[in-house]
């Protein structure tokens, strides 16, 4: 079975996960890394144009045309199906196709130079949710922040080497949170035995506490005793300086 990408191994399965190994050399893989994310960078820059453009309806079937050509074109040549998991040649986990953190992936919000970082206690990630993301009228949508809890939830128990999936994620909405910067901090708390129990935070731009979130994650028993347990490592334009996890955010 192949993932019908030239530059990855056969896939493997374990359990439900399937990941493949990349055949790319280092420096290739860095340089197509960086001219796919300026692509969704590109395509995402896109997409809030669109959200918030204005020009009249002539304007929007031409530019409309256009889009589609653009798409044909990248069509050319894709994947059969979606991106996985694949591993970079230190063993972390490249999961482009992320819906939260996938370089590749313009719907998700946690891309880019300090947006997610981890540390032994647990990740944090720093966000900029705009338009793209509202739910009350120039606030964030709780079914995004539900999305980036669990998420992040995933991170920690990846960080401290206690990867599980989400059996139960509880979300207590605070106050609502404007458009513009978050920042999510998530940490386990308590691990018995494939059951781990994990506490986030969300406080907006101001520093405000927005929302807590809580959740049980669990190791699946086909998981117990696998190698598919990846170090967590910074994306492509990586942290240009050390930034150590607090939770309390100042
Ligand atoms: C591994 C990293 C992959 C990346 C994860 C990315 C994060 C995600 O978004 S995950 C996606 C959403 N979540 C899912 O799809 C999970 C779907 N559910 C499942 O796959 C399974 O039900 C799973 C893995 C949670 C548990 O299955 P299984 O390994 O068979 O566990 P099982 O033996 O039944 O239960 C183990 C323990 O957990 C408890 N448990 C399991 N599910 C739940 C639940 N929903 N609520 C409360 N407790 C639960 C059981 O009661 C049991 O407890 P105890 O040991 O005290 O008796």
């Not at 409309?64 to 998991?85: H, N, Y």
């Not at 986990?93 to 998700?108: C, D, I, S, T």
């Not at 129990?197 to 807590?212: F, P, Q, S, V, Y």
Request: proline share 5%.
């Amino acid at each position: 079975m192949t993932n019908g990408d030239p530059s990855t191994d056969d896939d493997r399965q374990t359990g439900l996960v399937t990941y493949s190994r990349t055949l790319l050399a280092p420096a290739e893989l860095a340089r197509r890394d960086r001219a796919y994310a300026a692509l969704t960078e590109a395509v995402r820059e896109l997409c809030d144009a669109q959200l918030r453009t204005e020009v009249d309806l002539e304007e929007v079937g031409a530019v409309a045309a256009e889009v589609r050509a653009v798409t044909a074109r990248l069509l050319t040549s894709a994947r059969e199906r979606s991106f996985g998991i694949e591993l970079g040649h230190d063993g972390g986990a490249r999961e482009h196709g992320n819906a939260v953190l996938g370089l590749r992936n313009p719907f998700a919000c946690a891309v880019g130079a300090r947006a997610m970082f981890w540390d032994d206690r647990g990740a944090r990630a720093t966000l900029e949710l705009g338009a793209l993301y509202e739910g009350p009228p120039g606030c964030v949508h709780g079914g995004v922040l539900a999305l980036v809890f669990d998420q992040l939830f995933t991170e920690a128990a990846a960080a401290v080497g206690q990867v599980g999936m989400t059996a139960e994620l509880t979300v207590a909405y605070r106050r609502p949170i404007p458009l513009g910067t978050v920042t999510v901090d998530a940490w386990l708390e308590v691990v018995d035995g494939r059951k781990r129990r994990m506490h986030a935070t969300c406080h907006d731009g101001d520093g405000n506490l927005t929302a807590e979130a809580e959740a049980l994650l669990v190791l699946p028993r086909w998981l117990e005793g696998s190698d598919a347990i990846w170090p967590k490592r910074p994306p492509v334009d990586a942290l240009d300086g050390d930034v150590s996890l607090d939770p309390s955010v100042t």
